[in-house]
Structure formats: structure tokens, C-alpha cells
């Protein structure tokens, strides 16, 4: 009877060891080294290094075997993992770069397109840039973008004017160039001049006065030449006449 009481009794102990041990590792973790794993079998094995994983677990007096990464792999940090990381991509459809190229120690480090700006993070790094918004035409650049930021735009404020939507640029003033308007401008477009009226006329005006003159000095000439050859004409027939006689 008390034998059965003695065995009751370290089967509960062995029971309540064994749902502590469990506790414990869930809790406290293995009781391994800093640099060392917990195998399938529950031994503590060291640790690969960096650029490398466990190929085989440590058995007995055999320690660990590592093999390197291989191509487009890599491990950052000692472990006892059995398979290195993926390296990451920079898709340029997403706006990415590679500033960086991925090594069997390293993860591949992406950058931001020129003219891109980053619109989602992910573990300190952008995973998706945006273009910059472009301005449309009677807009101008308020704030250029930046790697971080999207371009600000403004519509030109009135009596200034952009094609491109780059720079707003102040209508031409006809006045300064003594001209008229002959199209007002717009937002998109320059206002467009025209020579006055008066500059026109006042230049018509001055042919016809040197035509004027010309055919006036032309007219006189002929009338003296004419008034010549009468004279002449009649001074020769008075002599014959006289000759007659």
C-alpha cells in the first residue's frame, strides 16, 4: 500500500518536472548559448557565420556544417537557419534602383528613380516610388519634388502666362515697344502686339507726298523744255523770212 502511494507520487513529480521543463523553454527560451542553435534533436550547436547556413546539425563531438549562400542569397547574421534569404529586386516599374547589389552577406539596397518620390516604406526602405506630377499648362512649379515628396503646383496668377506649366512669366507689354494689342493674353498664351494705326497711315501718307513731288518736278521740267523748242522753232523761221526778202 505504500509502495503504490511512494509510486503515485513520483510519477506526479516526474509529471510536474516535465510541464515545467516545457514552461520553461516556452518561456525562458533554450538553455544555449549566445552563439549557438537547438537542433531537432535538442542539442546546442554552434552557429554558421554570416554568408552561410547549417548544412548538417552538430552530432556528438561533429560540430555544425556550414555551406555558403548561393547566387541571389544571402545570410546577415549568425543563425541556425538551413536556408539563406531571398535577395530583393528593384523593379523600375515600381520606381526602384539598384543602389546596391546583393551579396551572400548583404540584402540588395534599392534606390529611388530619378524624378520619383517614395510613396510606401517598408523595414527603413521605400518598396514603391511614384513619378513626379508634371504641371499642366498655365501652372508653374511651387515646390519641386524631391525623393520624399511629390511637386506642388499653382495656377499663373492674372496677366502672367505658361506654356509648359515650368514657370509662370509676366504678359509682354506692347506700350514699352510703342505698339497695340492685337490678341489679349491668357494663362496659356502671351498677349500679341501690333504696330498703331498712325505709324501706318503717316508712312502711306509720305509716299504719296515723294510721289507728289517727283511727278510735280517732272511736269515743270517737260514745261520748260517745251516752252524751248517753240522759241527756238519761231527765231528760225523770222531769219528765212527775212533771207526771203
Not at 44 to 69: H, K, L, Q, W, Y
Not at 147 to 159: H, I, L, Q, R, Y
Not at 227 to 235: A, F, L
Request: a neutral charge; aromatic letters at 10%; hydrophobic letters at 30%.
Amino acid at each position: 500500500m505504500l509502495l503504490g502511494k511512494t509510486r503515485n507520487f513520483s510519477d506526479f513529480v516526474i509529471f510536474g518536472l516535465r510541464v515545467f521543463g516545457v514552461y520553461a523553454v516556452l518561456v525562458y527560451g533554450n538553455n544555449c548559448g549566445q552563439s549557438e542553435y537547438q537542433s531537432a534533436s535538442g542539442e546546442c550547436c554552434p552557429m554558421c557565420n554570416i554568408g552561410s547556413v547549417v548544412f548538417r546539425d552538430c552530432e556528438g563531438d561533429a560540430s555544425t556544417t556550414c555551406i555558403p549562400c548561393g547566387i541571389n542569397t544571402y545570410m546577415n547574421k549568425p543563425s541556425g537557419l538551413y536556408r539563406c534569404f531571398l535577395c530583393k529586386t528593384c523593379d523600375h516599374v515600381q520606381g526602384l534602383i539598384i543602389t546596391q547589389d546583393c551579396t551572400t552577406i548583404q540584402n540588395t539596397v534599392c534606390g529611388i528613380l530619378e524624378g520619383y518620390y517614395c510613396k510606401d516604406y517598408g523595414d527603413g526602405e521605400c518598396t514603391f516610388a511614384l513619378k513626379h506630377r508634371k504641371c499642366q499648362s498655365g501652372q508653374e512649379i511651387k515646390v519641386a519634388g524631391t525623393k520624399n515628396t511629390d511637386t506642388v503646383c499653382e495656377a499663373c496668377p492674372s496677366g502672367f502666362y505658361s506654356p509648359l506649366g515650368v514657370n509662370c512669366t509676366k504678359w509682354t507689354d506692347c506700350s514699352v515697344k510703342d505698339e497695340d494689342v492685337d490678341k489679349e493674353g491668357s494663362s496659356v498664351n502671351d498677349v500679341t502686339c501690333k504696330p498703331k494705326r498712325r505709324e501706318r497711315y503717316s508712312l502711306i501718307a509720305a509716299v504719296l507726298v515723294a510721289i507728289t513731288f517727283v511727278l510735280f518736278f517732272k511736269l515743270k521740267c517737260d514745261s520748260k523744255e517745251t516752252k524751248r523748242e517753240v522759241t527756238k522753232g519761231g527765231y528760225v523761221n523770222y531769219r528765212e523770212a527775212v533771207n526771203t526778202l
